[in-house]
């Protein structure tokens, strides 16, 4: 959108994602599968006037961040950055996955430390939120000769940071989406006076690529499941060496979220998978056999139910997920990363005949509640009561839905 100043707004959201299948078998060369989830991030970036150098305005309350950047000078020498070694040519933002990261990111914390003395004293979330922005800002527009100007950056999370609902790759994705999209305005400006369009598939591959960069900022090792379930939305497969696989199914399953209010640490709870497994390697290597072939089957019951069938059809897919959504619980609460409280949500659910499992490492976190389309309201609404009453937070929502998409 283009205002009488002649400067442009854009707005972007991106969804969060849950790991429907695969928990902790991934690790051992099996399966997973992620899925978006309801809950959504979203940016705005405004050019706004100012006199003087152009500065950035920054505004994220989700991680308590307000920050003013001068783009100076200074910050100008982090344009053009590096190439990978052995890499020819120029850099372009076409291009991420051939930047040299690790010598951009340190141009870009050089910056920050001179910018800010204080930079090592802050959170570590509002750290990584500055050194994400001027990476991806940088690098973006450091291979075009588009006018700089000043900008207010403003963002909002309907996720809780840090609970495994991919916020971080959420935020990355609004970011980069927001960014390529200003940059694609101001280089063709007859387009600001046209409907605005989607996200082409070229555009997307652009958008998880950047964003996959700045998980490796936030993570350091990410698998990258997070950043392509939040661009393309659905489902994501995903094989550990392999590229994650992303299955373009039309899905809207109705879930509850159950947040347990137990912290658990990820490390944690691999560590005690891993010396399970050493004392007892071949009972341990079944389960997650059987965890690999309950990801397979979930997802041939997925595509079935985004084929849009009859009625009665549909219930006896859904009553088969719940199945598997069962089995796979049973299965990860048999390698002991389960919870009291996560197993209190669940007889919740089983006193309604309802499935529910944990997501992620386990150990407390979340856990998912189906809620098939016979479902009657009543048993949602009594399920729910009963669930705050006993001090969980529960969100009604769906998965499977859209990835990135610009906003009006």
């Known amino acids: 959108m283009l205002n009488g100043d002649n400067c442009y707004t854009v707005s972007v959201s991106a969804p969060g994602k849950v790991i429907l ?24 970036i405004k050019e706004v006037k100012t006199a003087g150098e152009p500065v950035v305005y920054i505004h994220l309350p989700c991680v ?18 590096p190439l990978c070694a052995g890499v020819t040519g120029k850099f372009t933002w076409k291009i991420p996955g051939k930047l040299d990261h690790d010598c951009h990111l340190r141009k870009v914390n050089e910056f920050l430390h001179m910018m800010k003395p204080n930079f090592d ?23 075009t000769n588009v006018q700089i100007k000043s900008m207010d950056i403003s963002m909002g999370s309907e996720l809780t940071i840090g609970a495994g609902t991919g916020s971080s790759a959420s935020f990355a994705v609004c970011l980069a989406g927001a960014l390529l999209r200003l940059l694609s305005l101001k280089a063709h400006p007859a387009a600001a006076f046209e409907p605005p369009q989607g ?14 960069n700045c ?9 990258g499941i997070d950043n392509e379930t939040c661009t393309f939305g659905s489902v994501v497969s995903f094989k550990k060496g392999s590229k994650p696989r992303h299955l373009d199914l039309r899905l809207n399953l ?17 560590v005690k998978v891993a010396g399970l497994r050493q004392r007892n390697m071949a009972a341990v290597d079944h389960i997650m056999d059987a965890l690999d072939d309950v990801a397979h089957t979930a997802t041939q019951i997925l595509e079935k139910l985004s084929g849009g069938k009859c009625p009665a059809d549909t219930d006896a897919d859904y009553q088969h997920l719940a199945e598997l959504w069962d089995m796979n619980h049973c299965l990860l609460a048999s390698l002991g990363v389960s919870h009291p409280a996560l197993e209190t949500i669940r007889g919740f659910a ?16 979340y ?9 009657p309201r009543t048993a949602v609404d009594s399920l729910t009561g009963q669930l705050l009453e006993n001090g969980f937070r529960v969100t009604e929502t769906c998965v499977g839905g859209p990835g990135v998409e610009l906003e009006m």
């Open 21 to 44: 299948h695969g928990e902790h078998s991934v690790v051992y060369g099996k399966t997973a599968i992620a899925v978006s989830l309801g809950l959504r991030s979203s940016i705005v």
């Open 64 to 81: 308590g961040l307000q920050e003013t950047i001068p783009l100076n000078p200074t910050v100008k020498a982090l344009f053009n950055p």
């Open 121 to 143: 004293e802050l959170p570590s979330n509002q750290k990584n939120s500055l050194r994400s922005f001027l990476y991806m800002y940088s690098g973006i527009f450091g291979s």
């Open 199 to 212: 996200f082409e598939p070229h555009e997307r591959e652009a958008i998880s690529a950047w964003a996959y």
């Open 215 to 223: 998980e490796r900022i936030m993570h350091g090792a990410p698998s």
């Open 254 to 270: 109705r879930v509850l979220l159950v947040d347990s209010r137990v912290s658990r640490e990820t490390h944690a709870l691999v």
């Open 350 to 365: 089983r006193a309604r005949s309802l499935a529910c499992k944990l997501t992620g490492a386990g150990g407390g976190g």
């Open 367 to 375: 856990a998912m509640i189906l809620i098939p389309p016979s479902t």
